[in-house]
Each structure stands twice: as C-alpha cells, then as structure tokens.
C-alpha cells in the first residue's frame, strides 16, 4: 500500500470534539427544558447527547394517534450511509406512567431522600425517562469487561456507569452510560425498537433476533432496598455464575441471595431493519435530495400514559472492525504506549506491529505517523480511542399515544402533520432550524385522516429574529393565491389546483366552493383561541389541535403560515396532494362465468 493512501485512511479517524444528531420532528429536546439562552443550561439533566450546547428545542408536548403515521425527521453531523464511515441510526421509544420532562433544571437526584416523598420516581419536578431503580441497578452492576477500551485506563471502581466514551462515569438523568453506548444491549432496558437503520445490511438478521422487542434478557436480581441500604458495598454480578455465588454479606448463609433471573422481551415484533440513507459530513442538514432524512413510524397501541422517542447516531471507524474488536485488543496497562493491539499494522499493509510501531501506526491517542521511508517528520493524528466508535443521542419531549376516536376505523391512515423549528434566523436556530412543516408535501386520498398539530414555546431566545411577540411560536395554515407570473407550473399533482408556490399572498376566498369553516379553523386557530390579538396570532397558545380532518377532495392545495412566512429571511409552506382513491376493481362478469361453467362442466 503506498504511503499516501495509508494517509488518507488514517483521516477517517479525525473528530471534532462534539460532533451530533438532532431530532427535528418530533422536537429533539437536548436535555432543554424551557430556556430563554442559546446554551442549554443543563447538558445532564435527562440523557447524554454528547452535543454542543446549542442544540434542543423548548419544551412542548403532542399526542398522536394509534396506528398513525408519524414523519420522524433528524439531521446528523458527521456522515451516515456515505463511505467515509461506518454508521447506525437506532430509533426507540420508551412508555411509563412516569416518564416526564419536568419542572425545573436540576438534574433528579439519585438519592430518594433528596426527593419529595422519599420516591423520585414520582417527584414530579424533576424530569425523568429511565426510573430510579434502572440507574440503581446500572450504578452498582459491573461492567463487561470483555469490551473494547483501547488504550484509556478505565475507572478501577469497574461499574456499568464507566465506559470508554465516559470515562468519568458521569451521571446524566438516569440514563445507564453503558448501555447508551452498546447495543443491543445485554441487560433489561425500557428502550422497544422501533428500526435500526444501518451501512451493512447483513447485520440486520442479527439485529432482528437480539432485539429485545423479541428476546428477553437475564440479570442478577438483588432487591432494590438491600441496594439502595449498602449502595457501594454491593456489586451487582452481571453473568449468572457469579449470581448464583453471590451473597451479601459474602460468604454468610443468612446473607441475602443473588437470583438469576430472565426478563421476557416486550412482545412486540422485531423491529424494521433497512439500509440508512446518506448524508455528508461536516454538515448537520438535509440527505440526499435537498430534503431531511427520515424515516415514516406508524404509532403502536400503547397502555402507558407516557412515552419518549430516542435516536442514537453510531459511528464507527473503518481503520478497524469495531464490531469483532474486544477486550483482547485492549492496550497491555503496563504498555500503553504501545496503544491498543488491533491488527492496524495488517490493515494499514505492514508486516508486522513493530514496522508499524517504528513509524508510529498504532492505535492510540494522537499518534505521530511518518509516511515516507527515511524521512524523520512525523504528523499527529487527531486520533482518539474515545471516538473511534462513538454514540451519539437526542430524545423527544413526552408525548402521549391516544386511541383513535369513535367512528374512526382502526384502518383507516391517519397522517401526522406537525411543525419543526423554532423561532429565529438560520443561524440563531442552528443546530435546530427555521420553521417548516412536516412533512411539507404530504401525499394522501379523500378517504385518509390528516392530524393538524403543533407546539411550541412562549420562551424563545428574545433576541431571535421572528413576526409577533417576542420569544413565542405560533402557526396557521392559510391557502396561498394561485400563480401570477407565469414561471413553472409548480403543479404536479393530481385533481384540482389550489393556490400556487411562490407567491406569498393568501387566496382570495370570496365566493370559494372549499369548505370556508374548515378554513376558518385553521387560518384563526379556532377554537383555541377566539378572541384578542390574533393578527399574528398572539393571544392563541403555543399550541395548537385542529383534530382529525379529512380533505374536500383530490387536488393539490398549496398553504402557508401567515405569520412566519417572511419570503428571504423565513418560508413557512406546504402542500397536501390528495390522490384520489383508487376506484375498486372492476369485475369482469365474462370470464366469472367461464370460471362457474369450467367447474360444472369438471364435475359432471
Ligand atoms: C456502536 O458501534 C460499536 C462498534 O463500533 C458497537 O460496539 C456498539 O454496540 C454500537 N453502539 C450502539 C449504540 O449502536
Ligand atoms: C414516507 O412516506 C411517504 C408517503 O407517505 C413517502 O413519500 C416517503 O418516501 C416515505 N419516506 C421514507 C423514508 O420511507
Ligand atoms: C374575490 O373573489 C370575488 C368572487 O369571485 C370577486 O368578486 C372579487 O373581485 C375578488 N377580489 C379580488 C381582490 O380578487
């Protein structure tokens, strides 16, 4: 392999420091709550996202119905689907009765008595997704030690909540750091799947078995007040063999027992399994046709009163295969220098570690390579064993999943649509973006059902550049006039066209045969709102319900936000293609009739 190339394969491994993934519909929080500041204040308040401060939407809450069709939208920072490396996506969601976003900033304590009640799981001040007992457990559980740390001298203390992308075991709400980093993971977790989204697609066989939606999982069963009573003293065994000896006091016959036990799956099917789609580097934006990248969930049946969405971003290096790298490849601890024993030498074309060595292509942190023979002037790589596979993460607000409403059949499609972004310029809103709809051209029948939604916050960033009263979000949907100058039909779908791309007027709807009271609804928010300052919408609420509508009929009808549509700063549109509804088959009586005569004829 010539030297050059060698080089570039090494740049695979250059990270910036946070890179990220953002949830953009529904809203990513990033541990924000309900912030005026561009920073967050609290980057471990629920979940570790490993992102800059910058990132999360405010609070605001959305329910959906059963079997509806959701557009989950994110955009992620370093590369997925592309060449330069290796990518997961993981969606999840997580349902409990407990599952909040809280009242204030702090993070939940992980000591009952600092709680109201002596019960955090129910101090409702404190956002929580995983509950006490989950964090307990991973607290005190030992870690695998048959993972992959590289080089990094791991926390002697040699629990769950060390890893090597937190080698501090830092606390982030009750988020369990080892099994936010590893998946699938080995212990019970609340987290269901809903798709893996992946490079390599042969995994997906792998994936689909493990899942935990479909196989349970084993633990060693301690009881919680033993746990809470010795904390530290205890180390809960994380394989059945040290389960079955464990007793606390140890060695005391009285001594409380350890009992393996296996948590069923959550019965649920094997989640989707399918190749991610592309995006670039160095760019936290659209994929590959100018548009987000998404992926099209249609909601469960759900008892639980609450639930979060989860979307973790794995990357991984090519240099080496992560997947098949173990604790055997850890550096030796009294060489550490010598970095990770990775066969990077054989990847990198060297006959042995010690050539590679000698020209410093070893895995460790910012090794000094010398690519040309003879030449004594290294280059340091930005190498870091931390990133080299590296988990990314960001989680939705709480949102409810409702049944649908009687009269509605249960097969009948139900599409989502909601509002992304939040108030402010490109740049002011950057990682989380300018206002859109979602999806922005929905494609459905006369027959479907379109749930009109949106949240928002009355507590933007005051500075942020936007219509109406400072710091809030608010929408309408307003039929736009139809063309004017005669530039591209901007029509492609079926039916009837209403209202026209481009222009940033509303129709004139004087003597309109489209259903005015429908119309009405939604250019005013009605009924949430049917007084005061509604000329930008003020005085609605940051949140808005228009029910279960069905469209008058096929056609293309082009909308906008009134207030927001701001024509070169900010453009707020979207458009509903109402196919028609496929007529039912026709039967052809002729060849039903040869079919009858063909049989009586056999039988006689
Ligand atoms: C990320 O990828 C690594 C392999 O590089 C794997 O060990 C780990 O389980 C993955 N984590 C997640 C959350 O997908
Ligand atoms: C989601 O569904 C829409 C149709 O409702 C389709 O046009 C789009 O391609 C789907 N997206 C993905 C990623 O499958
Ligand atoms: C609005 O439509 C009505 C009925 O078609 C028409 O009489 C009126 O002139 C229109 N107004 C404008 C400004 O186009």
Redesign the pocket.
């Known amino acids: 392999m010539s030297p050059l190339s060698c080089l570039l394969i090494c740049s695979i491994f250059l990270h910036d420091a946070l890179a990220s993934i953002h949830l953009q519909n529904p809203r990513g929080s990033g541990n924000r709550l309900d912030e005026p500041n561009r920073e967050r204040r609290n980057r471990r308040r629920l979940f570790d996202s490993q992102a800059n401060d910058r990132q999360g939407y405010n609070v605001g809450n959305l329910y959906y119905y059963q079997g509806s069709k959701l557009q989950v939208e994110w955009t992620n920072q370093h590369s997925c689907g592309g060449d330069n490396a ?1 990518c ?1 996506i ?1 969606l999840q969601y997580m349902c409990s009765n407990n599952v909040r976003d809280g009242a204030i900033l702090t993070t939940i304590p992980d000591v009952p008595s600092r709680c109201e009640n002596g019960n955090c799981d129910t101090d409702i001040k404190f956002g929580m997704h995983e509950d006490f007992e989950s964090y307990k457990r991973c607290r005190l559980r030992s870690r695998n030690f048959g ?2 740390v590289g080089d990094i001298r791991m926390n002697r203390d040699g629990r769950a909540r060390f890893t090597r992308q937190n080698t501090r075991g830092l606390r982030y709400g009750y988020e369990c750091p080892e099994e ?4 699938p993971y080995w212990h019970p977790t609340p987290w269901r799947d809903i798709a893996v989204l992946t490079n390599d697609v042969s995994r997906c066989d792998y994936y689909k078995a493990q899942s935990e939606n479909v196989k349970g999982r084993g633990y060693c069963y301690i009881p919680l007040e033993l746990l809470v009573a010795q904390d530290r003293r205890i180390r809960i065994p994380n394989n059945k063999a040290d389960c079955d000896k464990f007793s606390f006091p140890a060695n005391d016959p009285n001594g409380v027992k350890g009992v393996w036990k296996v948590a069923p799956s959550h019965g649920i099917a094997a989640p989707i399994c399918q190749e991610n789609q592309y995006s670039r580097d160095n760019h936290n934006g659209n994929g590959i046709n100018g548009q987000t990248n998404t992926f099209n969930w249609t909601l469960p049946n759900i008892e639980e009163d609450n639930c979060i969405f989860r979307i ?1 971003y ?1 990357v ?1 290096s090519n240099d080496f295969n ?2 098949e ?1 173990t604790s055997e490849q850890n550096a030796d601890p009294l060489k550490r220098v010598d970095g990770a024993k990775v066969p990077l030498y054989k990847n990198l074309g060297f006959d042995s570690r010690c050539d590679a060595s000698e020209r410093g292509f070893l895995l460790k942190n910012d090794p000094e390579v010398k690519i040309f023979d003879g030449l004594d002037i290294g280059l340091k790589l930005a190498v870091d064993i931390r990133q ?2 590296r ?1 990314f993460e960001d989680r939705s607000f709480r949102f409810e999943v409702r049944p649908r409403p009687a009269g509605i059949p249960a097969d009948a499609n139900i599409y989502n649509v909601n509002v992304r972004g939040k108030r402010g310029n490109i740049v002011q809103t950057y990682p989380s973006t300018e206002y859109d709809f979602v999806p922005a051209d929905l494609h459905a029948t006369p027959d479907d059902y379109t749930h009109l939604q949106w949240t928002g916050s009355n507590t933007n960033n005051n500075g942020n550049a936007g219509q109406g009263l400072r710091g809030t979000d608010r929408h309408n949907y307003v039929l736009l006039h139809e063309q004017i100058y005669p530039e591209g039909s901007g029509y492609t779908g079926p039916g009837v066209k209403v209202g026209h791309f481009g222009v940033n007027y509303p129709m004139n709807l004087t003597g309109t045969s489209l259903p005015l009271d429908m119309l009405e609804k939604l250019a005013y928010l009605k009924p949430a709102q049917l007084g005061g300052e509604m000329s930008e919408l003020d005085d609605a609420g940051p949140y808005f319900d228009a029910g279960l509508m069905k469209a008058p009929g096929p056609g293309t009808y082009h909308y906008m936000c009134s207030r927001n549509n701001a024509f070169t700063n900010r453009d707020q549109k979207g458009r509903f293609i109402i196919h028609p509804t496929s007529p039912p088959a026709k039967r052809n009586l002729n060849s039903e009739l040869e079919e009858l005569l063909q049989i009586l004829t056999s039988k006689s």
């Open positions: 290796n997961e993981i993972l992959f936010r980093d590893y998946y973790r794995n991984t992560g997947w790298t080299a596979g988990t």
